[in-house]
């Protein structure tokens, strides 16, 4: 393959890629389709930097002249700016979702089947007809650990519709 494939190949997957992860990250931000396209995001996302560590390597010497000028240094010192004000402004403390998922997972499966669910015997149901074993457990974390899975397969089976 010669350096000049190898440079289109590289360019068009950074192409493709960007455009199917900027798409997914709007529809993201405007929480659409999110059950869709979260994993796709995340695993395209890796993708994205692989590309981008390709292109750049089969582009670098074309590139380096960009590395050079004004106007990438200024947009270089925007770029931190704006990303530094938005880690300054991150909100303190604890992430909510994670306060709310663990209580959860850690409170009496009563309380969060009810929450959950809101029909505790339903829940229960639903878990046993999935093969899920509940034995003694007093919450979705014993139950989850029982079963050798995650809380969330916990949950999603608890909330179907």
Do not use: W
């Amino acid at each position: 393959m010669t350096k000049n494939q190898k440079r289109d190949i590289a360019t068009s997957f950074t192409t493709l890629i960007f455009l199917v992860v900027s798409t997914t990250g709007v529809l993201m931000y405007f929480h659409l389709f999110d059950k869709y396209t979260k994993e796709l995001h995340e695993i395209l996302g890796l993708g994205f930097v692989a590309a981008v560590v390709f292109h750049v390597f089969f582009n670098f010497k074309s590139m380096k002249q960009y590395f050079t000028k004004k106007i990438f240094f200024a947009v270089s010192v925007a770029t931190l700016m704006i990303t530094f004000g938005f880690i300054l402004n991150t909100p303190k403390g604890e992430n909510p979702k994670r306060i709310v998922f663990d209580k959860i997972i850690n409170s009496d499966i009563e309380k969060s089947f009810s929450l959950l669910s809101g029909d505790i015997d339903l829940a229960k149901i639903r878990l046993k007809e999935k093969g899920i074993i509940m034995n003694d457990s007093r919450t979705i974390k014993e139950i989850s650990r029982i079963n050798k899975t995650n809380p969330f397969e916990i949950i999603a089976i608890i909330t179907e519709n």
